[in-house]
């Protein structure tokens, strides 16, 4: 098991190295100049030449890739368009010559609604997707079986931006059974924290839900014949007790590691989420980096995106391994 861990951290450091080089990389791929986009219009040229030098800019390709990395691990000190020495603390992902302050900080005071939109359509992922599926298989070839199929073919079908305005205009405009999606930090008051993302939980959960369904069917469809689950029935253990205690953990494998996809995906920001519902999200500052031409954010926000994933797919297979050992020798 030590050597597998090993050998998927290695693995781990090396793909967050070349994410790092990619985002690294998209700074260059600009059709204009990354100082001049970064400093603003209104700049003038000594300005520009300013934010060129604080950037690095003037410096040799490798040795600016080395210190981005090096501002990664250790910070750095970036100076503002009029020459202000600004330090950046580690991990410095940029300075945001449009918000006025390093990038981390942007990111950090828009995590929690990110943080918080995740977790609960988390939930909802795990109660609709892998209950649900559980449901169906067990209930094979019932009414039960077929309703919940056109529900899952109903989540894969439907997109996020669509069923939110419908939702939100019927559910919010149309009856006022629900308030208006905002954020309020659940430290002030938890009732309204959890009114106001409980429509963006239940849309992002529903339509994410469709494929843990599918394939939480179709797993436990598929280790229901194997041989330990047979031996668990006929030494007298009850059909759903043996299914939730051998056929779920043999059935896992695939599900845990999807679960770790999209634990990433969903911390690094559910940029239509927030877009669709207007909160102020991780994804929701990078579509407005995007539009606004922020390069140190958009960097900054790609990176923060890759490494959730990254962490948690990691986990994810850590978990898988200590639930079918065969996988170590892979």
């Known amino acids: 098991m030590t050597s597998y861990l090993l050998r998927r951290a290695l693995q781990a450091a090396a793909v967050l190295l070349a994410i790092a080089a990619a985002a690294f990389g998209l700074f260059y791929a600009a059709p204009s100049d990354p100082a001049l986009i970064a400093c603003g219009p209104k ?12 950037m690095g800019l003037d410096q040799p390709l490798v040795a600016q890739f080395l210190d981005y990395l090096g501002g990664l691990v250790t910070g750095r000190t970036i100076a503002d368009v ?3 020495p600004l330090h950046c603390p580690a991990p410095c992902l940029g300075y945001s010559y449009a918000l006025h302050q390093p ?27 892998v209950g649900g599926g559980l449901v ?20 894969a079908s439907v997109q996020i931006y669509f ?7 019927l559910l919010v405009y149309g009856t006022g059974l629900l308030p208006m999606p905002q954020y309020v930090p659940p ?6 924290w959890a009114a106001g993302l409980l429509l963006p939980w ?4 529903f339509v994410n839900a469709a494929v843990f369904a599918r394939l939480t069917r179709s797993q436990m469809l598929e280790t229901m014949p194997e041989g330990f689950v047979r031996t668990a029935r006929a030494k007298g253990l009850g059909v759903l007790r043996a299914h939730l205690k051998y056929t779920a953990r043999g059935a896992a494998g695939p599900l845990v590691q999807l679960l770790g996809l ?15 519902f207007g909160l102020g999200g991780v994804g929701k500052l990078a579509v407005d980096a995007v539009t606004g031409n922020d390069l140190p954010t958009v960097v900054g926000t790609v990176l923060l995106a890759a490494f959730f994933v990254v962490v948690f797919v990691a986990l994810a297979d850590l978990v898988v391994a200590w639930l079918d050992p065969r996988v170590r020798l892979t």
């Open 262 to 276: 999209e634990i990433g995906a969903l911390f690094g920001g559910a940029f239509i989420t927030e877009t669709v």
């Open 187 to 192: 430290a002030d008051h938890p009732g309204r």
């Open 103 to 129: 990038v981390l900080d942007a990111i950090g005071d828009r995590l929690p609604v990110t943080v918080s939109l995740a977790g609960g359509a988390l939930v909802v992922i795990l109660v609709l997707g």
């Open 202 to 205: 239940l849309v992002l959960g």
């Open 82 to 84: 009029d020459g202000t």
């Open 43 to 54: 700049c003038d040229t000594a300005q520009v030449e300013a934010v060129r030098t604080s």
């Open 136 to 155: 169906a298989a067990l209930r094979r070839g019932t009414a039960t079986d077929r309703l919940l199929s056109g529900f899952n073919l109903i989540g």
């Open 163 to 169: 069923l939110g305005y419908l939702l939100q205009l």
